[in-house]
């Protein structure tokens, strides 16, 4: 079955550092990726998302690439905020996965000032 | 982007009642809603997939009996805890898409159900 797996967490990192955040997957077909962020105490917000293969979603000043030779969605930023602080998700789905949405374990983040 | 409004965001009930959790789209149709469990600190579990109009189609282990599942209409879906007991305490989350695999998912805010 599909499956999504993210680098385990928590990440700590300090204000204007280098984000990336791994995310890699198996799925039949074609699915579609997605990265959601989660906030203290709230549902999930979509950050960005790509659809086939090479597409780029970007957002906010996230980037992510649609790998399919290497299976991956890395999340990348340039320089964090403290704002960034957050847990995030890598996601997929698929027509063969009954479009339901797969998440990974999820990467709790912290920026520190 | 889209909203899905979920009601309530917290709620402490007593031990054998039952909780009845709301999820609406404001400003689209669900065709789709789907119904998560979190615990602290991990991922969503996804409990329950529903259609409107035709029952829930629930993953494996989750009780239909006691999560009971209603998607009347396009714009709304119930998730019912019947007969609560302090280990369904947890953070319940519902979300929504109209149709097609690359459509994205809008989630509620989140229900903490904390039974005493």
């Known amino acids: 079955g599909n499956s999504v797996t993210q680098m385990e967490g928590p990440v700590t990192l300090s204000e204007e550092a280098f984000l990336t955040i791994n995310c890699t997957y198996t799925?039949?077909?074609?699915?579609?990726l997605f990265w959601y962020v989660q906030y203290p105490g709230e549902g999930l917000q979509l950050l960005l998302k790509?659809?086939?293969?090479?597409d780029k979603g970007s957002n906010k000043g996230f980037e992510a690439t649609y790998r399919k030779e290497t299976t991956s969605f890395h999340l990348e930023k340039g320089s964090v905020q403290v704002s960034d602080s957050a847990v995030y998700f890598c996601a997929l789905t698929s027509y063969q996965g009954a479009q339901k949405l797969v998440f990974g374990q999820g990467t709790r983040l912290t920026i520190n000032p | 982007g889209a909203v899905v409004s979920q009601h309530p965001s917290r709620v402490i009930c007593k031990s054998g009642t039952s909780v009845k959790i709301e999820c609406r789209s404001l400003d689209f149709q669900a065709t789709t809603m789907f119904w998560y469990r979190q615990f602290p600190k991990q991922s969503l579990m996804l409990m329950a997939t529903s259609n409107e109009g035709s029952k829930a189609t629930y993953e494996q282990g989750v009780e239909k009996d006691k999560f009971l599942i209603n998607h009347a209409s396009l714009t709304l879906s119930t998730l019912t805890v019947t007969s609560a007991h302090p280990e369904d305490s947890s953070f319940y989350i519902c979300?929504?898409?109209?149709?097609?695999?690359?459509?994205?998912?809008?989630f509620g805010q989140g229900t903490r159900l904390t039974v005493v």
């Open positions: 790509a659809t086939k293969a090479d």
């Open positions: 799925a039949t077909g074609y699915p579609s």
């Open positions: 979300s929504a898409r109209d149709q097609g695999v690359h459509t994205e998912a809008f």
